[in-house]
């Protein structure tokens, strides 16, 4: 997600340019002229809405029309707040299912759990709307209540939750931890920062000071994969942290004057010498990228990872006519170094290979098997073992692979893929029996057995089920815990920290 990166909610209205105000004539007047000469009655409100998205997708993907009714969307992207039900909800197969409630909030606390199948809400059923479509069903007023009408796997008929919504609030800081053993000369912080919303600085503020006031951290990790950026005054005074006072950290350049500024850090920091490593991706964006970007010009930080996204781009969010809002691109970033961010993105020091194999793994991940096992196994086990100590034992795999059997999984690589359609092209171009029949012979050998790719992939494999099990039982931040321990990038920082 995108979060804007300036607010102005309180700008009057100009006057339009004379090219824009030509356009905006013939519009009224094609409007004017649909209006009175069409021959059915049109939805002027639905049209105007398509008339306005079309030209705004022109401009960029970021500059984007708010109409009053979407007040709690832009409200969302603006503080990271919204009403709803608290839970990531996926669609396959035509179904809607919740994935990911998360803990504390009203989803998981009126007990819906990973797996269940959302039939319909309020009423409405599910079946043949969008993920976005249902999303809206499920978000209104805090202190409303919906009604979710749901489907459990062990659980014969289908059955209805009430849900009081509350005003959601995404914690920026999703994971913080202290990383300690016996090959690190002393205990080193880590912490997986979400986004930059409104009073995210001084979140990922108290979550340092606790790493190293209280917990002995003498180094950081800052992992900001994933981030796809916000205010751009939250990461200042993330900056700040480890930058000197009065030290440019960016600057936005625009078209008029007051679009045009130069932000430098406030006050002294308060880990100026802290040894610091930062982990990005192609998903890192915005104000990620504000704060990747300059501490690595000032040489203050190692990056680790893969090239990011390149958003540059500066949105104010300014009223519209009857209540809309408008979010327009009214500048670009430059680093310390004058670099452009926009469509450039930053490069880490340290660039790690991020290319995903074509393996069983992806198989049982695209076709959600590892999901459908991990809440299959939660219905009948009440428990696992506390973290750090739950691990995938052998006995779990084999029983991973029984399920497989009953729902009939059949492992077909591109290879096996190809080699079928090529035994058909020489069965139709003719070839002769004996050729066709040296193919037939090699089929076999080229059919992947799934019990044994998952054998020669097994900490993939125990990488890909543990998490999804750890999240039914220990929730979100239960997975980042566990997913840290086959985490490459983080390994190849702790070496960069104790260089």
Not at 195 to 212: H, K, M, V
Not at 366 to 395: G, K, M, Q, W
Not at 403 to 410: A, I, M, V
Not at 478 to 499: P, T, V
């Amino acid at each position: 997600m995108f979060l804007i990166l300036c607010v102005s909610l309180h700008v009057p209205a100009q006057q339009p340019t004379t090219r824009a105000a030509e356009v905006i004539d013939i519009f009224a007047d094609v409007m004017r002229q649909v209006d009175v000469n069409y021959v059915d009655t049109l939805n002027y409100e639905v049209l105007t809405e398509a008339a306005i998205g079309a030209m705004l997708r022109k401009i960029d993907p970021y500059t984007v029309y708010y109409s009053k009714k979407q007040d709690k969307d832009l409200r969302m992207l603006t503080q990271g707040k919204y009403g709803g039900i608290g839970s990531i909800i996926q669609q396959r197969d035509g179904a809607t299912y919740a994935v990911n409630p998360y803990e504390g909030k009203p989803a998981q606390l009126a007990g819906i759990l990973a797996g269940d199948k959302i039939l319909s809400v309020d009423g409405k059923k599910t079946k043949g709307l969008t993920v976005s479509e249902v999303s809206n069903n499920l978000r209104g007023e805090p202190g409303t209540t919906v009604v979710l009408e749901i489907e459990r796997e062990g659980v014969e008929k289908p059955f209805k939750v009430s849900i009081v919504r509350e005003d959601i609030h995404l914690e920026p800081v999703s994971y913080a931890t202290t990383l300690v053993a016996d090959s690190l000369p002393y205990p080193i912080g880590y912490i997986a920062f979400a986004e930059f919303t409104e009073g995210s600085a001084q979140a990922f503020t108290n979550a340092l000071d606790e790493l190293y006031y209280n917990q002995g951290a003498r180094a950081l990790v800052m992992d900001l994969r994933g981030n796809g950026g916000g205010i751009v005054e939250e990461a200042l005074q993330i900056v700040n942290l480890f930058i000197d006072r009065d030290t440019k950290v960016v600057e936005t350049r625009g078209k008029v004057a007051r679009s045009n500024n130069v932000y430098k850090t406030r006050n002294t920091p308060r880990y100026k010498d802290l040894p610091l490593v930062i982990l990005v991706d192609k998903n890192s964006a915005s104000a990620s990228e504000i704060v990747s970007g300059a501490l690595k010009d000032l040489g203050r930080a190692t990056l680790i990872g893969q090239k990011t996204f390149g958003k540059g781009l500066v949105q104010n969010v300014r009223p519209v006519a009857h209540g809309g809002h408008v979010k327009v691109t009214t500048s670009k970033y430059y680093l310390p170094s004058d670099s452009c961010i926009q469509g450039v993105g930053i490069m880490p020091d340290i660039v790690m290979d991020d290319s995903a194999k074509v393996d069983i793994c992806y198989t049982l991940y695209i076709n959600h098997y590892f999901f459908d096992y991990a809440t299959h196994y939660h219905r009948l086990h009440d428990s696992i073992a506390a973290l750090p100590d739950f691990t995938v034992t052998d006995e779990m795999i084999a029983d991973f692979c029984a399920f497989l059997d009953e729902r009939k999984f059949k492992y077909e690589t591109e290879t096996s893929k190809f080699f079928a359609d090529m035994i058909k092209m020489a069965k139709h171009e003719d070839l002769d029996s004996a050729t066709i029949a040296q193919l037939e012979a090699l089929e076999p050998v080229l059919t992947p057995d799934f019990r044994e790719a998952i054998t020669r992939n097994k900490e993939e494999v125990q990488h890909f089920l543990g998490a999804e099990i750890v999240l039914r039982y220990y929730y979100q931040k239960g997975q980042s815990a566990y997913n840290l321990r086959f985490d490459d990038e983080l390994k190849r920082a702790l070496k960069e920290i104790q260089k």
